[in-house]
């Protein structure tokens, strides 16, 4: 190659850096600027679902609705209602023995908050029905039976203490 192909080359390429410099300089702001303005109207348009307090639910100017709820079963509820991005406020009510829940929500929630139920429904039935043996009682009867067995294989010669 001769000089003069160098020369061009060289000078080829420092016009290429120089023109991808300027488009970075050039475009790096305004991407940053449309990224910012994303980032705010999406916090904005996004409003915070889960619990809030009453006053935070009461700031959007809807109508609420509310629902009595078991106070044992709080924990189970609030998981279900964050998964299905229902806004709702839980008020205890210290005066009744035990005490009560109250789950306010707004009222145009009304679709998602009618799927909590049926979820949270379903996980308070499936766990009535598992708990219908204490865990005492279930931890004798497991006794009982490794007693039994225990007798059986002595009794049989297979095996024995010490052993």
């Given at each position: 190659?001769?000089?003069v192909q160098e020369y061009l080359i060289d000078q080829e390429v420092?016009?290429?850096?120089?023109?991808?410099?300027?488009?970075?300089n050039k475009a790096l702001p305004t991407m940053l600027d449309v990224a910012v303005g994303m980032a705010k109207w999406l916090g904005q348009s996004g409003e915070k679902t889960g619990r809030q307090?009453?006053?935070?639910?009461?700031?959007?100017?809807?109508?609420?609705?509310?629902?009595?709820?078991?106070?044992?079963s709080v924990k189970?509820?609030?998981?279900?209602a964050r998964k299905y991005g229902v806004c709702f406020a839980l008020v205890e009510?210290?005066?009744k023995i035990p005490p009560c829940h109250t789950?306010?929500?707004?009222?145009?929630?009304?679709?998602?908050?009618?799927?909590?139920?049926?979820?949270?429904?379903?996980?308070?039935?499936n766990k009535s029905k598992t708990n219908?043996?204490?865990f005492k009682e279930r931890l004798k009867k497991a006794k009982a039976r490794v007693k039994v067995s225990d007798k059986e294989k002595s009794a049989n010669g297979r095996w024995r203490d010490g052993e």
């Amino acid at each position: 190659m001769s000089g003069v192909q160098e020369y061009l080359i060289d000078q080829e390429v420092k016009a290429m850096n120089q023109v991808a410099e300027i488009a970075i300089n050039k475009a790096l702001p305004t991407m940053l600027d449309v990224a910012v303005g994303m980032a705010k109207w999406l916090g904005q348009s996004g409003e915070k679902t889960g619990r809030q307090t009453l006053q935070q639910l009461t700031k959007h100017g809807d109508k609420l609705s509310e629902i009595p709820l078991n106070s044992d079963s709080v924990k189970d509820f609030t998981h279900i209602a964050r998964k299905y991005g229902v806004c709702f406020a839980l008020v205890e009510d210290d005066a009744k023995i035990p005490p009560c829940h109250t789950v306010y929500f707004r009222a145009k929630d009304t679709e998602s908050m009618t799927a909590t139920f049926k979820e949270y429904l379903a996980k308070e039935m499936n766990k009535s029905k598992t708990n219908e043996n204490p865990f005492k009682e279930r931890l004798k009867k497991a006794k009982a039976r490794v007693k039994v067995s225990d007798k059986e294989k002595s009794a049989n010669g297979r095996w024995r203490d010490g052993e």
